[in-house]
């Protein structure tokens, strides 16, 4: 069996453990195709987010309090690098973390796709899953928002400036900085029109036997993978059964801001709200299987067959059990 999950964040990077964990009780091969929309350059090294935290999550060197970055980390650079006033000072890299983004960038500066460098960095985490970024080339997920660039004048009552124009922000900062808290008009993938899937994404996703969207934020996490050309097509014509599973649960999200970015695009946080997001695929949208949580029984999604099931990953046996009631749809 070869099962093939579109994720991303740390939801995308916890599901993958039940997922590894039923396809090794069952002898089956699995492909991960992660998001690259959050990726950015920072002190000049290329730090890829969702792609660390499902290699250290599956590697077992996330940190399981924080739920991002490296178990026992240390952030001595980060504290040198606020001393000397180095911007931005919003986002913190651990020491530990660092190294990552040393090899990486090392490698890409040497010519090598982000494919190949993901698999050479994966040989030191045993992920016991293959992991394929959407795509090698430049796709960074930006915000469109209101507000003057820095410096900005802000009180209480404007807190992004009074003169109201809008302006485009790279995801991360509108995550990390700003809470998602800024008044948001749209997302953008910059660079996807022109992006091409990673060597093997495509491949994968023909050769699988089930396609599972992973219970990540469907805005930002699942929406830049499908945003690369032929990626969606693929998914959505392939011979594959699509099954995806519900990030909301009881009219909210399990963890992130999934809320603040689906009220972004005027679409319902709630189970039924995502589901239609994706749509049927008899209806030309992606699912043919939806799981919900027991908070959700009810939730119709046209053209979709939904059933329920216990969705809080707790531990590895219970997103197992998840996986394993995701595939019976199908």
Not at 26 to 42: F, H, K, Q, R, S
Not at 100 to 118: D, E, F, I, K
Not at 146 to 162: F, I, K, L, T, Y
């Amino acid at each position: 069996m070869r099962i093939v999950v579109l994720a991303g964040g740390i939801g995308g990077a916890r599901f993958l453990l039940g997922v590894r964990a039923y396809a090794r009780e069952v002898g089956a091969e699995v492909t991960a195709v992660v998001n690259v929309g959050d990726d950015l350059l920072l002190h000049g090294l290329k730090v890829c987010p969702d792609l660390d935290s499902v290699m250290y999550t599956l590697g077992g060197g996330a940190d399981p309090e924080r739920g991002w970055g490296r178990v026992g980390e240390t952030w001595t650079v980060k504290s040198e690098l606020a001393a000397y006033g180095a911007e931005p000072t919003w986002f913190g890299l651990g020491d530990k973390d660092i190294a990552t983004h040393l090899v990486r960038t090392t490698m890409l500066n040497a010519g090598y796709p982000l494919s190949q460098v993901t698999e050479a960095l994966a040989t030191r985490w045993q992920p016991g899953v293959r992991l394929l970024p959407a795509t090698d080339d430049r796709l960074e997920t930006h915000v469109v928002v209101s507000g003057r660039s820095e410096p900005a004048v802000a009180s209480s009552a404007d807190p992004v400036g009074a003169d109201g124009g809008q302006r485009a922000i790279h995801f991360q900062e509108w995550w990390v900085r700003h809470r998602a808290e800024i008044p948001t008009h749209r997302f953008v993938f910059v660079g996807a029109e022109t992006a091409k899937p990673a060597p093997g994404v495509l491949e994968a996703i023909g050769a699988a036997d089930v396609v599972l969207v992973a219970p990540s934020n469907p805005v930002v996490s699942i929406a830049p993978i499908l945003a690369v050309p032929g990626l969606r097509e693929a998914v959505a014509d392939g011979p594959a059964p699509v099954v995806g599973v519900s990030p909301i649960i009881g009219g909210a999200p399990v963890r992130g801001m999934a809320d603040r970015c689906l009220a972004v695009l005027g679409v319902e946080c709630s189970a039924a709200g995502v589901g239609g997001l994706y749509g049927g695929r008899s209806a030309g949208g992606l699912l043919d299987g939806w799981l919900v949580a027991p908070e959700d029984e009810g939730t119709v999604v046209p053209d979709v067959t939904v059933r329920s099931a216990p969705l809080r990953m707790t531990d590895e046996a219970a997103t197992a059990t998840m996986v394993r009631a995701a595939l019976e749809l199908v």
